[in-house]
Each structure stands twice: as structure tokens, then as C-alpha cells.
């Protein structure tokens, strides 16, 4: 096929109608023309030659040129399509390096195999074009709802014509006994686009709880204009989820705006998700208030957060203890995602025979070491003494004010506390050093006797080892292991040794050794000092 006064016209009319066909800017078409027109032509000419093709956007006439850039003499790779300054003189006045010289040559003839290659070069850009297209239109579209039409099933996972382009709604992400045929209508929400080799991957979700929360979006004009917020939400998808809501206009109820007149609002998103059982439920910046709220239908006598682990303890009349945590746990793993917090269930009667345990424990604990009797023992642990050292080194009057206890008594209880600590601290010190433990160690600021010799079973024996260890290795932590929360115990946490002091211990040791420069520290916290100063500047401000 030769480029003729005859079709050149059809070379624009062709870019045009696929261009309008593909959605895709005509420009881009007629680009992959000349492309492939000009490969047709070196394929014809030699590769090695520079030919570039212009094709006239008005009258469509290709104008083949072959091009010759000027380089340096050392520089001159391929005479096909360079030349030297000197061999250039006779096609410019006053050539000079990095100038182009171009002849036009004629239009080349494409045979049966150029003009399928051209045709290939052509689809590929037009693909390319049309996969761009697809990505600029939906990347700013993810995190929203979209409908489609079901096109077809593989592998489990449905297919989703949704409008230029497709969308992938894989089988996890389907509520779970939703089934789909072809042309069948459904909402979805984009979850995630991306750029893939096989073109942009539109990825689509029913069970994510930001669909669920983009729903009641649609159905509560208060949430779309901002006067009600979402703060989290939990799903077992298609069985049931958990809603938190919070209203910025005291004249307005959250949860009944969101239940609407008879229900309507909720009962339109129920249909959407199949069934799906909703609790709607008020948040509030307590966290213990919030719990209870989250924990509905179940009433709940009493909250403790232990904010350090990140978990909470809820205690529960005994005949709501199966409705608090619900079937296969389904009511309590909701509460647990929504309020971000490890909860443990106990019933009142758990948790009493607990403190009956606590309290004849710690009341032992004062008979053997303090050599009292029962009732003495117990008004000490009534008035919430737990150790030792709270009753050697606590004020004289908390004692007096003990109901039968006079001075004499505070005097010989504090006594025999203090000389009971000084033998188990001695005991610690002598067992310690039969362990290896070395006298840096043992003369560090800040260890208490038991702390060294807990140390020295875990094989921390000198101030070297002590400076090596890592903060949590000392205090303990959290870690997550597959999506559960994991405790590390640390080496002193049972002598209630926070992070913070366990990194101030170790940056201690590290500076007693050598290891850091103190200036260095004082840097760092007149860093932080400072930092800290501008947030709070901020914070006024604002």
C-alpha cells in the first residue's frame, strides 16, 4: 500500500475514528501513524538511517524525512545518520554541532508484512492510550461507590463493566452468599487502582467497612454535609457491623438520624448488604464509655484500661456474659475493631473470686514477711497496701490512719518491712554474684538488687551486657504476629520499669562506658525541647 493522494485523507479520518471509538485524544492515533510509517520506512531504507515521519493534520500528506545530525569528528558512529562538521558544509552556510540536516525521500511502498507491522505499532499505542485514560479516570475515583454490570465469573471472581473500563471484584471481597450472573446490576466500592503490566487493574469490594460507611453517606444527607462524622466501623460482613457516629450539632441525633423515619435510612443500606444486622452506636472520646456503647445489646457493670498493653477489661452480669460476647464471638471481635483496644470478658463472679484470690494473697504475702496475724494483714491490704516497700517507706499518718493502729504499731510495721527488704536485697546481691555478676553492674545507679539479679538469670552479667540491651527488651512490649497482638515480657517488667526509664538506663550506661558523647544527648533533647515548645505554640494558636 503506497501513501497516495488517494488515501491520505483516510489516514486523518482513520486517527479520528478511532480516536472517537477508544475515547482517547485523535493526536495520539495520528502520532502512532507516523511512528509506524516511519519503521516501515527504515525497514525499506536501512535501520541504521534517521527517518521521521510528518503527517499534514489538515491534508493528511506524510512527508517522509530522513535526518542527519552534525557531532563531533570522534563522536561519528553511524554515517547513516550523522556527519561531520566538514561534511555538513556543503548543506549549511556554518554548521555546527548538535544542527540537523534533513532531505526528504519518498514515500516508501508498504508491502503485505510492513503494513501489518504498522498496523501493530498503531494498536499498541492506541492500547496504551486507552489503559492511561482508564488510570487517570478512576485513580481519582478510588475510595468511592461506583455501578456496574456484571459481565462474566472466573476463577470465582467477578468481572465488572463499569462503564471505560472493567473492574475486578475478587471472591473474598463478596459478601459471602452473594451470587452474580451475567448482566446482573451491582454497587461496589473502589478499593484500590493500580498501574499493571496488563493495563490498570480497577479493584472493587462489598466487604470493605468503607463501603458500608460510603453508604450511609448516600442515605444520611447529615453525614454528607459534615454535621454527622463516622469515626469507625466494624464489619462481619453480610452477618453483622458495628457503627460509630458523633454529631457536631447538639440539636441533632446521631444515631436516629442515621436510623431514619421508621428505619428507612438504616433499612436501604440492610438491603444493600444483604441482610446485614447494624448497630448503630454514639461515640464518645471516653474510651471506657465508648466500650460500653460498642458492647450493645449486653450491659456492662464495670471497664478497666490498661492503656500501656492497649487492652481492656470488662467485667459482666454472669447471665449477659453470652450475649457480651456473642455467637463464635462475633459481638465482642466487632467491639474489639471498633474501639481498636484487646478487650477480655469476665463475669462478676469471675472477677470477685479474682480479688478474693488478690486479696488472700497479698494478705499471705504480709503474714510470712511481716510475721502479723490474719486480721492485721487484711486491714493492710484493705487499705491498699500490695508490697512491702509501700509499708516500709510510706507516710507515718497513712498507717496511723488505719482503724487500731497506733504509733507504736506504724513504727514496728515499718521496721520490720525495712529489715525484711535489707535481707532479701542482701540475698539478691549474694546470689547475684554467685551467678558472675560483675561490680560495674552491680554499682549502676538506677538497679535495685532483685533487678540485678533478674538480670543475671537472663544472662546480663556487666554494665557492657546492660548497655546492649534494647528498651523493650528491659520493659517488655507489644508486637503484632498475623493480626493478633503478642506480649514481649521484658527482663524488669514485674518492677514496673516504664520504656521510658528502661531507654534512660540504657543511654546511661551507654555514656558511663564511652559508647556516646553526652553533648550529643543534650543536643538531641534541647532538639526535642524545642520541637515540642513550637507544638504547643501551634496548639495555642490555633
Not at 444486622?277 to 490498661?306: C, G, H, R, Y
Not at 494483714?377 to 496511723?400: I, P, R
Request: proline share 3%; aromatic share 4%; hydrophobic share 40%.
Amino acid at each position: 500500500m503506497a501513501i497516495t493522494s488517494a488515501n491520505q485523507l483516510e489516514l486523518l479520518q482513520t486517527a479520528e475514528a478511532v480516536a472517537r471509538e477508544k475515547l482517547i485524544d485523535p493526536e495520539l492515533v495520528v502520532q502512532a501513524m507516523e511512528e509506524s510509517l516511519a519503521r516501515a520506512a527504515k525497514s525499506r531504507y536501512g535501520a541504521d538511517m534517521d527517518i521521521r515521519v510528518q503527517i499534514d493534520r489538515k491534508t493528511g500528506r506524510a512527508t517522509f524525512t530522513r535526518v542527519r545530525t552534525v557531532v563531533a569528528d570522534d563522536e561519528l558512529e553511524n554515517h547513516h545518520a550523522q556527519m561531520t562538521v566538514e561534511q555538513a558544509r556543503p548543506y549549511l552556510d556554518d554548521p555546527q554541532i548538535g544542527d540537523e540536516i534533513r532531505d526528504e525521500v519518498p514515500p516508501v511502498e508498504l508491502g503485505r508484512i510492513a503494513a501489518q507491522s504498522a498496523k501493530q505499532v498503531i494498536l499498541q499505542k492506541v492500547r496504551e492510550a486507552e489503559r492511561d485514560r482508564q488510570y487517570e479516570e478512576f485513580k481519582d475515583r478510588a475510595g468511592t461507590i461506583i455501578n456496574g454490570v456484571v459481565r462474566r465469573e472466573e476463577y470465582g471472581n467477578i468481572i465488572v463493566d463499569i462503564g471505560r473500563g472493567e473492574g475486578i471484584l475478587r471472591r473474598n471481597e463478596k459478601i459471602g452468599r452473594e451470587s452474580y450472573r451475567p448482566n446482573d446490576r451491582i454497587r461496589c466500592y473502589i478499593k484500590d487502582v493500580r498501574r499493571e503490566a496488563r493495563g490498570p487493574q480497577v479493584f472493587l469490594s462489598r466487604t470493605a467497612p468503607e463501603f458500608m460507611a460510603e453508604l450511609f453517606k448516600m442515605e444520611v444527607p447529615e453525614i454528607y454535609d459534615g454535621i454527622i462524622e463516622i469515626k469507625a466501623v466494624a464489619r462481619d460482613p453480610g452477618s453483622r457491623a458495628k457503627i460509630a457516629v458523633i454529631s457536631y450539632d447538639g440539636s441533632i441525633d446521631p444515631v436516629g438520624a442515621c436510623v431514619g423515619m421508621r428505619g428507612s435510612r438504616v433499612q436501604a443500606v440492610v438491603n444493600e448488604l444483604q441482610g446485614e444486622k447494624i448497630d448503630i452506636i454514639p461515640w464518645n472520646e471516653d474510651q471506657a464509655t465508648f466500650l460500653v456503647n460498642a458492647l450493645q445489646p449486653a450491659e456492662v457493670s464495670k471497664v478497666v484500661i490498661d492503656e500501656d498493653a492497649g487492652r481492656i477489661e470488662v467485667v459482666v452480669p454472669d447471665e449477659q456474659l453470652s450475649l457480651a460476647i456473642g455467637r463464635r464471638g462475633q459481638n465482642v471481635r466487632l467491639a474489639s475493631q471498633l474501639t481498636g483496644l484487646d478487650i477480655d470478658i469476665m463475669t462478676e463472679s469471675d472477677e470477685a473470686a479474682r480479688r478474693q484470690a488478690e486479696f488472700a494473697e497479698r494478705t499471705k504475702l504480709f503474714m510470712d514477711e511481716l510475721d502479723v496475724d490474719e486480721m492485721m494483714a487484711q486491714l493492710l491490704v484493705a487499705e491498699g497496701f500490695t508490697e512491702l516497700d509501700e509499708v516500709a517507706y510510706v507516710e507515718l499518718d497513712e498507717l496511723l490512719s488505719i482503724d487500731g493502729f497506733d504509733e507504736d504499731t506504724a513504727n514496728e510495721l515499718q521496721a520490720r518491712a525495712r529489715d525484711r527488704l535489707e535481707a532479701i536485697n542482701t540475698a539478691a546481691l549474694e546470689n547475684a554474684r554467685a551467678m558472675g555478676v560483675e561490680d560495674s553492674l552491680i554499682g549502676f545507679e538506677g538497679l535495685t538488687p532483685q533487678m540485678i539479679e533478674a538480670l543475671a538469670k537472663d544472662d546480663v552479667k556487666s554494665l557492657e551486657d546492660f548497655a546492649t540491651c534494647a528498651d523493650w527488651e528491659l520493659a517488655g512490649g507489644w508486637t503484632t504476629v498475623d493480626g493478633q497482638r503478642v506480649k514481649d515480657d521484658g527482663v524488669l517488667e514485674p518492677f514496673e520499669v516504664s520504656l521510658e526509664e528502661a531507654q534512660r538506663l540504657i543511654m546511661t550506661a551507654r555514656v558511663q562506658l564511652g559508647w556516646v558523647d553526652p553533648s550529643e544527648l543534650e543536643a538531641d533533647d534541647t532538639a526535642e525541647d524545642a520541637e515540642s515548645g513550637l507544638e504547643s505554640r501551634e496548639e495555642a494558636q490555633a
